[in-house]
């Protein structure tokens, strides 16, 4: 199955999607560059997550920042650098502390080369004015159809710059830990319409994600998202991870997260989670 528009996401089908985690880092390979968009393609994802920032003279460059020594040879807040000359010269970190010869991209340049070959869930857009800019962008390269939006703005916020754009916007909402939110998301998503939300809990008792709170979220037509990265001394899928995937087994993890209704699975090991969909479906063929 090919995942290339939003119209894909909306399309009511049970299928599972993967969404790579700021692509597929891989020894030489630096996290949101192209190469780790191609890779995670290549393994099997149907969206890439693209991580955004503004910076001092106006671009919209991939990072996940804001401090700039997480994943660079550079230091201090992205949003306080210029594209020209602060940025255009730096180099990624890869996953083996290494720094391949590939320069940061701007949001123009990863548009317009996975045009038409995968959804792509634009983050790290934390405020609305920050949200708008990368919307600008994506609105002058018509490609509204393929982009995800997504911010951990409130859901009252996000709904009325979606209605100031009269809803050309795909937008996904976070709830985090918070039953308050998920209600009002709930009761937003009858007027709006939602493709997805993401939910993360820290442990798998939470109401936020019970068969009940999730069915009615499918219900009102949202693929709901779970985040499975493993993070050091945080769980954002109440322990049923990527590492408790691989080792303690998959139907532990992501198992119990899909037959629990999740659709969309925002993860760091994209080929793994692809042969465990692709076993699941044989299973039951």
């Known amino acids: 199955m090919s995942i290339t528009r939003i119209s894909d996401i909306r399309d009511g089908n049970d299928n599972v999607l993967i969404l790579a985690h700021r692509g597929h880092r891989l020894g030489y390979v630096a996290e949101n560059t192209m190469q780790a968009y191609d890779l995670a393609i290549a393994l099997g994802a149907d969206i890439i997550e693209v991580d955004v920032a503004r910076t001092l003279d106006d671009r919209c460059v991939i990072v996940h920042g804001p401090l700039m020594e997480t994943v660079s040879t550079l230091t201090g807040d ?3 650098k210029r594209y020209d ?3 255009k010269a730096i180099r990624y970190t890869s996953a083996y502390g290494l720094h391949p010869e590939m320069s940061i991209p701007t949001l123009e340049e990863v548009l317009e080369n996975y045009r ?3 959804v792509i869930n634009i983050d790290r857009a934390y405020t609305i004015p920050e949200l708008e800019f990368a919307y600008k962008i994506v609105e002058r390269m018509d490609m509204l159809d393929q982009v995800l939006f997504k911010s951990p703005c409130c859901v009252e916020e996000a709904a009325l710059w979606l209605e100031s ?3 050309k916007a795909a937008y996904m909402p976070i709830v985090r ?5 998920m209600q009002r998301i709930l009761s937003i998503a009858k007027r709006i ?5 993401e939910i993360t809990f820290r442990n798998d008792k939470m109401s936020i994600f019970s068969q009940e709170t999730v069915a009615e979220a499918q219900k009102l037509g949202m693929k709901p998202l779970c985040n499975t990265i493993a993070l050091l001394g945080e769980t954002l899928c109440g322990g049923h991870d990527d590492l408790v995937s691989i080792l303690e087994g998959a139907d532990r993890g992501w198992g119990w997260l899909i037959d629990r209704g999740a659709r969309i699975l925002q993860t760091d090991c994209t080929g793994e989670v692809k042969h465990y969909l692709n076993k699941r ?4 063929t």
């Open 78 to 80: 992205v949003h306080e």
């Open 85 to 87: 000359p602060d940025l």
């Open 281 to 284: 479906k044989e299973a039951s």
């Open 165 to 167: 754009h009269s809803y």
């Open 193 to 197: 319409s939602f493709p997805a939300i």
């Open 177 to 181: 830990n918070d039953e308050a939110e």
């Open 116 to 118: 038409g070959r995968a």
